[in-house]
């Protein structure tokens, strides 16, 4: 069984600029989580779909940070403009279902580095 | 919101039981306990999941006492390869929070 895909998996960018990443769930999964993390720390859901309904974006950044989900199966994240603090590793996890008993299939994650 | 609490860092030796306990005060009827488990330059990995007293599956161990306010991710015969980030959540719950988990490293 294929896992979660994500791209690119490094990215550096100056702050101001704009940057996107994608990722492409486990076939059937109906949800699918964007987190980030910061070096050190543990990854913090930005936001959570269900196909492509947004159940949770309540840490979303909606200032500078997009996502979508069409069709509902993959997703692209998008910053625009990155600050020196969207440095971090940006996670694709999905899911069966949505809650948080159930288990969630992680990709590896796209490093962003911002100058 | 069901919150937990974990030892920041931990060290072990090589063919050593690592038992790993979380603390959740307040959680809930329907919550269950999940602990994921967290290589360097990869995404989280579920690692075992339970509701009350102890589940096992070919990795590991998961006791949980009656009043389920902490339980106990327990690892046999730990090898340097299990040197990672153990996280304890807890759920069903309107917010997934990871926290800052445990950073277990095995010694030779």
């Known amino acids: 069984e294929a896992g979660v895909a994500q791209s690119p998996r490094y990215k550096i960018i100056e702050k101001r600029q704009s940057v996107a990443f994608w990722c492409n769930p486990i076939?059937?999964?109906?949800?699918l989580y964007w987190y980030q993390q910061i070096l050190g720390q543990g990854p913090k859901l930005l936001i959570q779909?269900?196909?492509?309904?947004?159940?949770?974006d309540s840490q979303l950044p909606k200032d500078r940070f997009s996502a979508e989900r069409l069709k509902g199966v993959d997703s692209t994240l998008k910053i625009q403009p990155a600050k020196l603090e969207d440095s971090a590793v940006y996670l694709c996890?999905?899911?069966?279902?949505?809650?948080?008993?159930?288990?969630?299939?992680f990709g590896p994650g796209t490093r962003l580095t911002v100058l | 919101l069901a919150k937990t609490t974990q030892p920041i860092s931990m060290d072990s030796y090589e063919g050593q039981e690592v038992n790993i306990t979380c603390s959740h005060n307040?959680?809930?009827?329907?919550?269950?306990i999940t602990w994921y488990q967290q290589f360097p330059s990869q995404g989280p990995r579920f690692i075992i999941q339970?509701?009350?007293t102890k589940v096992t599956n070919e990795v590991a161990s998961l006791f949980i006492p009656a009043d389920r306010k902490s339980s106990t991710l327990s690892l046999p015969r730990v090898s340097l390869s299990d040197t990672a980030v153990y996280y304890c959540?807890?759920?069903?719950?309107?917010?997934?929070?990871f926290g800052k988990g445990t950073r277990l490293h095995i010694l030779p």
């Open positions: 959540l807890v759920g069903p719950d309107d917010k997934i929070i």
């Open positions: 307040n959680i809930a009827t329907n919550d269950y």
């Open positions: 996890a999905s899911s069966l279902q949505g809650f948080s008993y159930n288990e969630q299939f």
């Open positions: 779909f269900q196909n492509n309904g947004v159940v949770d």
């Open positions: 339970g509701y009350k």
């Open positions: 076939s059937g999964h109906a949800t």
